[in-house]
C-alpha cells in the first residue's frame, strides 16, 4: 500500500430530489444549526442547493412534482441516510419541536442510540450516536 497518497476516507455528499428546496434546507438546519447554504442555482430548469459544512454537504435538487420511493426495504434504492452525532437526544428534540415526526422507534443499546426520522417529503434519516470509542464495541451487532 503506497502510504504518500493515503487520504481519510469520509462521504462528501448525498444527493436528494425534495419537491422543496426550503424545506429540505429547514430540515438539515433543524438537525444541524451548524449547516449552512453553500450555493446554489438552476441547471436545466431545476433549482438546487448545497447545504452543509466546508468538508460535506447534501446536494439538494428540486422537483415541485416528484413521486416519494416508499421506503419499506424491499424496493431498490436508498433507504436512509446515517449520521454520526454527539447528542442523539439534543437533535431529536429540535426536530420534534419542529414538527418532524420520527419514522422508526428510538433505539438505545449497549454501544449506541439511533432515532430516525423522516424531512417533510418521507425522506429517512437515521442520527446515530456512539457510546464507546472503541472499534469492536461501537460496530458490535450483539446487541
Do not use: C
Not at 12 to 40: M, Y
Not at 106 to 118: E, L, S, T
Request: proline letters at 2%; charged letters at 20%; a negative charge.
Amino acid at each position: 500500500m503506497n502510504t504518500q497518497n493515503t487520504r481519510k476516507l469520509y462521504m462528501e455528499h448525498a444527493n436528494i430530489t425534495v419537491k422543496n428546496i426550503d424545506n429540505g434546507v429547514h430540515f438539515f438546519q433543524t438537525a444541524f444549526p451548524e449547516f449552512e447554504v453553500r450555493g446554489g442555482g438552476e441547471n436545466d430548469g431545476v433549482a438546487w442547493v448545497h447545504v452543509g459544512t466546508q468538508d460535506t454537504y447534501i446536494a439538494l435538487n428540486q422537483r415541485a412534482n416528484a413521486q416519494a420511493v416508499v421506503s419499506d426495504y424491499s424496493l431498490l434504492g436508498v433507504n436512509h441516510i446515517g449520521f454520526v452525532v454527539d447528542d442523539v437526544e439534543h437533535i431529536a428534540k429540535r426536530l420534534s419541536a419542529a414538527g418532524y415526526e420520527r419514522s422508526y422507534p428510538k433505539q438505545v443499546q449497549q454501544y449506541r442510540i439511533r432515532d430516525y426520522f423522516n424531512d417533510s417529503d418521507g425522506n429517512q434519516y437515521e442520527f446515530v450516536q456512539y457510546l464507546s470509542e472503541l472499534p469492536n464495541e461501537k460496530n458490535s451487532y450483539n446487541d
